[in-house]
C-alpha cells in the first residue's frame, strides 16, 4: 500500500513538473497569436519626442517587414497607436524577433518637414512577454526607439 502511494506522488511530480516546463518554452502551433503593438508620434518643430507633448499620427500606414519582405500591415488610430496581430508559427516568431521591424510606410517629411522626403522609420521588434489564457498563448512585441 505504501508503495502504491509513492508511486502516485511521484506520476503526480512528474505530470506537475512537465507541465510547467511546457508553459515555460515559448509557445508554438495553433492557438498562439503574435500581438505587436505601438505608438507613433511626430514632433512639429523636429525636436525630441516627449510622449505628453508629441502629436498623435492618426493614419499612417505601418508594415512589419522580415528579411525585407512585408509580412503585415495596419494602420495607426487616432491616437497614434497600431496593432497587429498573427497566427504563430514557431518559424516566423524566430524570423520576426531575428529580422522583423516596423516600418513607418510614410514619408518622414509628412510628420516634420525638415525630414527628407524619402526616408522611412525602422525599428526593430523586442519581446515584451507572453500571455496565456485557457489553451490561447500570445506573443506580445514592441518596437524599440524609431
Given at each position: 500500500?505504501?508503495?502504491?502511494?509513492?508511486?502516485?506522488?511521484?506520476?503526480?511530480?512528474?505530470?506537475?513538473?512537465?507541465?510547467?516546463?511546457?508553459?515555460?518554452?515559448?509557445?508554438?502551433?495553433?492557438?498562439?497569436?503574435?500581438?505587436?503593438?505601438?505608438?507613433?508620434?511626430?514632433?512639429?518643430?523636429?525636436?525630441?519626442?516627449?510622449?505628453?507633448?508629441?502629436?498623435?499620427?492618426?493614419?499612417?500606414?505601418?508594415?512589419?517587414?522580415?528579411?525585407?519582405?512585408?509580412?503585415?500591415?495596419?494602420?495607426?488610430?487616432?491616437?497614434?497607436?497600431?496593432?497587429?496581430?498573427?497566427?504563430?508559427?514557431?518559424?516566423?516568431?524566430?524570423?520576426?524577433?531575428?529580422?522583423?521591424?516596423?516600418?513607418?510606410?510614410?514619408?518622414?517629411?509628412?510628420?516634420?518637414?525638415?525630414?527628407?522626403?524619402?526616408?522611412?522609420?525602422?525599428?526593430p521588434l523586442q519581446l515584451a512577454g507572453t500571455t496565456v489564457s485557457?489553451?490561447?498563448?500570445?506573443?506580445?512585441?514592441?518596437?524599440?526607439?524609431?
Open positions: 500500500m505504501a508503495i502504491m502511494k509513492i508511486i502516485v506522488l511521484v506520476s503526480l511530480l512528474v505530470v506537475v513538473l512537465a507541465s510547467s516546463q511546457a508553459q515555460a518554452q515559448l509557445p508554438s502551433g495553433s492557438g498562439s497569436l503574435l500581438n505587436i503593438t505601438g505608438t507613433i508620434m511626430c514632433s512639429l518643430d523636429g525636436a525630441a519626442i516627449v510622449p505628453d507633448e508629441a502629436t498623435p499620427t492618426p493614419a499612417f500606414p505601418i508594415q512589419l517587414t522580415c528579411e525585407g519582405k512585408v509580412v503585415s500591415s495596419a494602420i495607426t488610430n487616432a491616437d497614434g497607436t497600431f496593432n497587429i496581430v498573427l497566427n504563430l508559427q514557431h518559424s516566423l516568431l524566430a524570423r520576426v524577433l531575428s529580422s522583423g521591424q516596423v516600418v513607418v510606410a510614410t514619408p518622414l517629411a509628412s510628420c516634420n518637414a525638415s525630414l527628407p522626403a524619402d526616408g522611412f522609420l525602422h525599428a485557457g489553451s490561447l498563448n500570445v506573443v506580445n512585441l514592441v518596437p524599440a526607439v524609431f
